[in-house]
């Protein structure tokens, strides 16, 4: 029998991330691993900001889902270069996965990468994915009690983004607690507060991507 112990799959992972890491920013790519509970908003902050973005920096999104490619489809009709993982299973995405999807994607078109991680806020945390920027998306509707009780996916992430803002008066959500926590966890994070339904709050995330620094 052989036994593969998790921490030498773990090494192994951090190998390929630095890797895609390496790729990424020999082709000029800033490349954000969005990573929250299903329907925390993901897909939608990513519709947002590229509406918002209104071509200033070239976008691609790889969609990690355990099945099927409803996200992909959305993010396609929008015409930014979509490529689809299905784990067939496996409740988050991995270095090995990312390197995959790299290959069919024309890095030489691409300023800003989103690569939006299967819905979960647990093992996401443990896998380096080679990307310079993590984004924890938070909705209103999760409760903001989350970064103490999931703190390994908030700490040393770069952004909290709290989405469904437009939700705060139906439910008993304190932006200042998460916000306290949080910074606790990632000192050196931003916070952001937006409705991605409606467009409110998402210009201060792009500036933040650097979708002004692409402008041409
Ligand atoms: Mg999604
Ligand atoms: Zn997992």
Redesign the pocket.
């Known amino acids: 029998m052989k036994i593969v112990a998790a921490k030498k799959l773990l090494k192994a992972n951090d190998r390929l991330a630095a890797e895609n890491r390496k790729k990424l920013s020999a082709a000029g790519v800033v490349c954000v691993n969005i990573v929250g509970s299903p329907g925390a908003g993901k897909t939608t902050l990513l519709e947002a900001l590229f509406a918002a973005l209104g071509g200033r920096a070239r976008p691609a999104v790889i969609e990690g889902d355990i099945a099927g490619a409803i996200d992909a489809e959305r993010i396609e009709r929008l015409g930014v270069p979509v490529v689809q993982i299905n784990t067939d299973g496996?409740?988050?995405l991995d270095a090995g996965m990312i390197a995959a999807a790299l290959a069919d994607l024309d890095l030489e078109a691409v300023d800003l990468l989103f690569i939006e991680n299967?819905g979960?806020l647990?093992?996401?945390a443990g896998f380096d994915l080679g990307e310079q920027l993590r984004v924890v998306v938070l909705s209103t509707v999760e409760g903001d009690d989350k970064a103490v009780k999931y703190p390994a996916i908030f700490q040393g992430s770069d952004a909290l983004v709290i989405t469904k803002a437009d939700l705060l008066r139906h439910t008993n959500f304190d932006p200042a607690r998460i916000t306290a926590d949080y910074l606790r966890l990632a000192p050196d994070g931003r916070v952001f507060q937006v409705c991605a339904t409606t467009g409110d709050g998402i210009p201060p995330v792009v500036q933040w991507l650097g979708g002004d620094r692409h402008e041409t």
């Open positions: 496996a409740c988050h299967v979960n647990v093992c996401t």
